[in-house]
């Protein structure tokens, strides 16, 4: 069997044309194609692949993956599909060798604290393995490498072949933000998480999901057994994350500041940063951390509790927290010698906006 007929196998498409072709990467721009790509035509909210397979195809394609029957007079293998993105997401897997399975694979999600939450889950990461990767909305990185960030979650084949290079330069435990419409686009379908994390759920999105109920149950998908992880660290203050524990399909560590089995006790909070006291099921700790502001705490949790559930110690936890200096647009403060000081937030709901206003004045 020809990895292409493996592949209409695994993707349970109809395939037409020379099904012996060797296919050595995949994409869904035709623009980007090179000799050997697969390409997957995807019927996009503004234009349609299926517009561009004769560029792609020009461009070096050697098969097509659609969703509509193949045309008369093309001459490259076919895969009609009942979904193209489900089919990129599945593709892009088979033809990376699925990286995520040979790795620690994190995926934070939530309206507020996906960026600093994966920053904080990196810098652990550092800590601990001495390489690392991350997927943000600020920038992707694999080891020393960063590559400009498009949106907060990279298309499927853009994902696998990050956490293909991640493997591949010896990176052990990746951490990536999956947004909401990563989720509902099939982005993060072939994706094996090792620990996925839920920060909060606040409005935003409405003009994409129409109701908060829609924006929770896709979230909900990474953690209910639709999409594959392993274990979970749940914000239990949160009321859609209380809700969330009960319908998790995988073990569920909690965490927040009212309750959780990890949970910050007190902390103290200034324009030069925050000290925590907390406990992780009964035994306590002490961390100090350069970041500004409370929502910076549960973010803290998040990752700490995350941490705990891939078993790692929790004096390298706090270390690894420590080692953060601070994280781009989140309450960022400039260099300056006034008499007042100067931040940058990256702000963009009225629930962390409110969050931002509460920290100033706070340590004002």
């Not at 560590?253 to 925050?274: C, F, H, P, Q, W």
């Not at 007042?340 to 702000?347: C, H, I, K, L, P």
């Amino acid at each position: 069997m020809s990895s292409l007929e493996r592949l209409a196998q695994i993707l349970e498409a109809e395939l037409t044309g020379d099904a012996m072709v060797e296919v050595t990467r995949d994409a869904h721009s035709a623009s980007c194609c090179a000799s050997g790509d697969l390409f997957v035509a995807i019927k996009g909210f503004k234009a349609d692949g299926n517009d561009y397979v004769q560029e792609a195809i020009r461009n070096g394609a050697v098969a097509v993956v659609s969703e509509n029957p193949r045309p008369e007079g093309c001459e490259v293998a076919w895969l009609r599909v009942a979904d193209a993105r489900s089919a990129l997401a599945i593709a892009a897997a088979e033809v990376y060798g699925h990286p995520s399975r040979n790795l620690s694979l994190v995926g934070v999600t939530g309206t507020n604290g996906k960026t600093t939450t994966v920053y904080l889950l990196d810098s652990i990461f550092r800590m601990v393995y001495g390489r690392s990767a991350m997927l943000t909305t600020i920038c992707n990185r694999v080891g020393e490498e960063v590559v400009e960030a498009e949106r907060t979650t990279p298309e499927a084949h853009n994902i696998q072949q990050l956490l293909r290079r991640a493997v591949d330069s010896g990176c052990a435990a990746p951490a990536m933000e999956v947004s909401s419409h990563a989720i509902d686009l099939h982005r993060a379908d072939a994706l094996e998480f090792s620990g996925v994390v839920f920060t909060n759920l606040t409005q935003d999105h409405l003009d994409y999901h129409k109701t908060m109920e829609a924006y929770y149950n896709v979230k909900r998908r990474l953690f209910d057994g639709t999409l594959r992880a392993e274990r979970a660290a749940i914000n239990i203050d949160c009321p859609y994350g209380a809700r969330l524990v009960k319908e998790a399909a995988c073990p569920v560590l909690t965490y927040g500041l009212k309750a959780g089995e990890v949970r910050a006790l007190r902390y103290d909070l200034s324009i030069n940063g925050l000290s925590i006291d907390a406990t992780a099921s009964g035994k306590s700790f002490r961390l100090k951390s350069r970041m500004v502001g409370r929502p910076h705490v549960y973010n803290i949790m998040a990752a700490v509790a995350s941490s705990l559930s891939l078993g790692i110690e929790i004096e390298q936890i706090v270390a690894g927290v420590e080692a953060l200096d601070c994280v781009p647009g989140r309450f960022d403060r400039v260099p300056f010698d006034g008499d007042f000081a100067v931040v940058v937030d990256y702000a963009h709901t009225d629930d962390a906006l409110k969050n931002v206003l509460q920290t100033a004045r706070e340590v004002a």
